[in-house]
T-cell receptor, first 110, second 116 residues
Framework: QKEVEQDPGPLSVPEGAIVSLNCTYS??????FMWYRQYSRKGPELLMY????GNKEDGRFTAQVDKSSKYISLFIRDSQPSDSATYLC??????????FGDGTTLTVKP | GAVVSQHPSRVICKSGTSVKIECRSL??????MFWYRQFPKQSLMLMAT?????????EQGVEKDKFLINHASLTLSTLTVTSAHPEDSSFYIC????????????FGSGTQLSVL
């Protein structure tokens, strides 16, 4: 069993929809939780970062972490075609050495 | 956010040649950098952890003599694929850690290696 499981997708939504991306994990030592966005043939870019449990909001993006359920989510409000990309969840117990989910490919149709 | 520059973005080489990929942190110092490999429609596979001034730490199954890593300064790490073969063709990405606890990763733009 993988340490990090990510909803595989792919996901296709109309412009303006609310998108929910999710990951579960098994390692209770994880305390840093990140979401990265990766466009095709590019390196991932850090979207959201959360330490321990709780919510974090940044513009149209909200990250939620529920350590009791070992479950994290990324919500995208008012989705745009430019949000079309692969989203990777990542988490780590110690600095830097993150474990990544397999990614969810999102397509937002105009 | 911090900027990590990776070069070249694409390289095509003949089987048996060696290829060097550079990863630079442009606006911060990175004691630790990471090298990944990514196959199409798959996630990042960590190959090794590159530590400035010391030997790299390789993940299980990664040949250290095949993938030479050098981290000679706080802003530069290099990955050399030695005697490349077609099965080494892949997308290689580096990252550098930053943040109060070095918990955030900033990635280079990746290098697509094609070995003929």
């Amino acid at each position: 069993q993988k340490e990090v499981e990510q909803d595989p997708g792919p996901l296709s939504v109309p412009e303006g929809a609310i998108v929910s991306l999710n990951c579960t994990y098994s390692n209770s030592a994880f305390q840093y939780f990140m979401w990265y966005r990766q466009y095709s043939r590019k390196g991932p870019e850090l979207l959201m970062y959360t330490y321990s449990s709780g919510n974090k909001e940044d513009g149209r993006f909200t990250a939620q972490v529920d350590k009791s359920s070992k479950y994290i989510s990324l919500f995208i409000r008012d989705s745009q075609p430019s949000d079309s990309a692969t989203y990777l969840c990542a988490m780590s117990a110690t600095a830097g050495k993150s474990t990544f989910g397999d990614g969810t490919t999102l397509t937002v149709k105009p | 956010g911090a900027v990590v520059s990776q070069h070249p973005s694409r390289v095509i080489c003949k089987s048996g040649t060696s290829v060097k990929i550079e990863c630079r942190s442009l606006d911060f110092q990175a004691t630790t950098m990471f090298w990944y490999r990514q196959f199409p429609k798959q996630s990042l596979m960590l190959m090794a952890t590159s530590n400035e001034g010391s030997k790299a730490t390789y993940e299980q199954g990664v040949e250290k003599d095949k993938f030479l890593i050098n981290h000679a300064s706080l802003t530069l790490s290099t990955l050399t694929v030695t005697s490349a073969h077609p099965e080494d063709s892949s997308f290689y990405i580096c990252s550098a850690e930053q943040g109060a606890n070095n918990e955030k990763l900033f990635f280079g733009s990746g290098t697509q290696l094609s070995v003929l």
